[in-house]
T-cell receptor, first 115, second 114 residues
Framework: DAGVIQSPRHEVTEMGQEVTLRCKPI?????LFWYRQTMMRGLELLIY????????DSGMPEDRFSAKMPNASFSTLKIQPSEPRDSAVYFC?????????????FGPGTRLTVL | AQKVTQAQTEISVVEKEDVTLDCVYE???????LFWYKQPPSGELVFLIR??????QNEISGRYSWNFQKSTSSFNFTITASQVVDSAVYFC???????????FGTGTSLTVIP
């Protein structure tokens, strides 16, 4: 079975450029989560969706960040304009969410470097 | 408030030694779920185990075992006869029954020396 798929795996861009990260959750999973991991702050939840609807985006750093989930099998996280401090590994995770406490399964992550 | 504390930042052991990774959690919920994830040097986060708050039975899976004690709010993870492939960062996480958010600890970096 395919796990959570993220693309690209690595992204290097220059400050000011737009960056789009993509995620395909596990088929049948109803909840999707975006995390950011840095050495300084560890794992931070940015936003999560349930049935394609954003439920909590309080972790989104600022207006430069936006996330969408147009359908059950696809989500994007966009940074515009990007800044060097956005450099991090961005993880997407999904869970069934039919019952509470479902396990989150993580994608391989996208390593973003903003020069 | 929900919180997970992994007090051990880094641990080094020699291959074949046993090692225990500590996890202490805080929650006011009566129903909650605890998890352990492994992050090897390749970077992905690998799910290891999920326990609910009503099941305090310890679990063993091969060389891995978990000790869940509600009385001390701990969910410790032991690796028996450690191997070099166990070198990774291990995260403990808490999820309440009332929300979707995971609360992750800061992780424990385990290095197994051959």
């Amino acid at each position: 079975d395919a796990g959570v798929i993220q693309s690209p795996r690595h992204e290097v861009t220059e400050m000011g450029q737009e960056v789009t990260l993509r995620c395909k959750p596990i088929s049948g999973h109803n909840s999707l989560f975006w995390y950011r991991q840095t050495m300084m702050r560890g794992l931070e939840l940015l936003i999560y969706f349930n049935n394609n609807v954003p439920i909590d985006d309080s972790g989104m750093p600022e207006d430069r960040f936006s996330a969408k989930m147009p359908n059950a099998s696809f989500s994007t996280l966009k940074i515009q304009p990007s800044e060097p401090r956005d450099s991090a590994v961005y993880f997407c995770a999904s869970s069934l969410e039919i019952i509470k406490g479902d396990t989150q399964y993580f994608g391989p992550g996208t390593r973003l470097t903003v020069l | 408030a929900q919180k997970v504390t992994q007090a051990q930042t880094e641990i080094s052991v020699v291959e074949k030694e046993d090692v225990t990774l500590d996890c202490v959690y805080e929650t006011r919920d009566t129903t909650y779920y605890l998890f352990w994830y492994k992050q090897p040097p390749s970077g992905e986060l690998v799910f290891l185990i999920r326990r609910n708050s009503f099941d305090e039975q310890n679990e063993i899976s091969g060389r891995y075992s978990w000790n869940f004690q509600k009385s001390t709010s701990s969910f410790n993870f032991t690796i028996t006869a450690s191997q070099v492939v166990d070198s990774a960062v291990y995260f403990c996480a808490l999820r309440s029954n009332t929300g979707n958010q995971f609360y992750f600890g800061t992780g424990t970096s385990l290095t197994v020396i051959p």
